[in-house]
Nanobody
Framework: QVQLVGSGGGSVQSGGSLRLSCAAP????????MGWFRQAPGKEREFVAG???????YYADSVKGRFTISRDNAKNTAYLQIDSLKPEDTAVYYC????????????????WGTGTQVTVSS
């Protein structure tokens, strides 16, 4: 079992930045692919970014150029740097882990973190 703890969300104005973190305390997660998803009110949870165990990165078209995913295996932590925030980025952001390659569908992930709210005002 992998426990993931998401943090770093907040309320920012359009154009601002946030850095989300996903920690796996006490657990080595270097072999897992990590994904970030988000869920806006009334919408399905959607993939935004993923990083493989080998540091290959993947992004949804809607966030390319603004979101950057990274990982620090020494700290058992994955990050999502979000720049140039837009009101449509408002959502609860979740991290997830799976033993294998990066996938874009929620059902392919085995472990989920606590969500962190991102609110962007215009």
């Amino acid at each position: 079992q992998v426990q993931l703890v998401g943090s770093g969300g907040g309320s920012v104005q359009s154009g601002g930045s946030l850095r989300l973190s996903c920690a796996a305390p006490g657990r080595t997660f270097s072999s897992y692919a990590m994904g970030w998803f988000r869920q806006a009110p009334g919408k399905e949870r959607e993939f935004v970014a993923g990083i493989s165990a080998g540091y290959l990165t993947y992004y949804a078209d809607s966030v390319k150029g603004r979101f950057t995913i990274s990982r620090d295996n020494a700290k058992n932590t994955a990050y999502l740097q979000i720049d140039s925030l837009k009101p449509e980025d408002t959502a609860v952001y979740y991290c997830a882990a799976r033993d294998g390659s990066v996938e874009t569908t929620t059902t392919r992930y085995d472990f989920w973190g606590t969500g962190t709210q991102v609110t962007v005002s215009s």
